[in-house]
């Protein structure tokens, strides 16, 4: 634990690296530590260390940890980047700063409905599952322009980017590359992709935002967990 601030330090570093070796302003590129299945308390150590901005994937998990955090760091942006059931997003919208991971006309919907109804809006991005895995979320890529309309136009859905997770076993420069032409495609600001595998490679291809847990807060322990979000 004593260790995230210097982990944190090398990955800033490497960002910053890798955005210079393709002629990008380290600035432009926002680090998302990801900090599932880490406690509180590592996860005060990373705020202690200046850093702002979280992803988590679970909302129960998520509820437990940071509204303490958020009390007392009060700039904190949190990013859901796990799969979000209709019947949590009451919570989710309540909690978390951006929801990368709407990937469905039914969820984008209830999204809308309860930005609406508790008149927080909280921009979102569209999970797109760039590798066609059967077992993994996401809109397939051909859907993208049409939910993209679907949620600006009949939802009014706040969508400001795309996200997506390659598959394990392969080359994931064109699945980013997909990924951030088709962003640029829609007129999208914002690209989330790269995790601690292969972010210098995102940045490469363009991403604005890298998610990164491992390599700042070490291997992670999954211990027993609830099954689901
Ligand atoms: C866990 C997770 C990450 C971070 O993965 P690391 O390999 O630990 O950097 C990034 N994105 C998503 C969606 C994740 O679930």
Redesign the pocket.
């Given at each position: 634990m004593s260790d995230i601030p210097q982990a944190l330090a090398a990955v800033k570093q490497r960002i910053a690296d890798a955005a210079r070796d393709c002629g990008r302003d380290p600035a432009t590129i926002s680090l998302v530590a990801?900090s599932?299945t880490h406690d509180a308390a590592t996860i005060r150590t990373a705020l202690e260390a200046g850093q702002r901005v979280f992803?988590e994937?679970r909302v129960q998990e998520s509820r437990a940890k940071w509204p303490d955090l958020k009390a007392a760091f009060a700039d904190v942006e949190l990013h859901l980047?796990?799969p979000l059931q209709t019947n949590k997003v009451r919570e989710a919208v309540a909690l978390f700063d951006i929801i990368e991971t709407v990937d469905r006309p039914k969820l984008a919907r209830a999204l809308a409905d309860e930005m609406e109804r508790s008149g927080r809006q909280v921009p979102c991005l569209l999970q797109v599952n760039t590798g066609l895995e059967e077992q993994k979320a996401g809109l397939h890529p051909d859907s993208v322009d049409s939910m993209l309309r679907l949620c600006r136009m009949e939802y009014q859905l706040p969508v400001i980017g795309l996200m997506c997770?390659p598959p394990v076993d392969e080359d994931p420069a064109p699945h980013f590359r997909m990924l951030a032409e088709a962003a640029e495609r829609n007129g999208l600001k914002v690209v989330s992709m790269g995790?601690?595998?292969d972010f210098e490679t995102a940045i490469a291809q363009g991403a604005t935002h890298v998610?990164?847990?491992?390599?700042i807060f070490g291997e992670?322990d999954y211990g027993e967990q609830p099954a689901e979000a």
């Open positions: 990801v599932k992803g994937n980047i796990g997770i995790m601690s595998g998610r990164v847990g491992s390599a992670r």
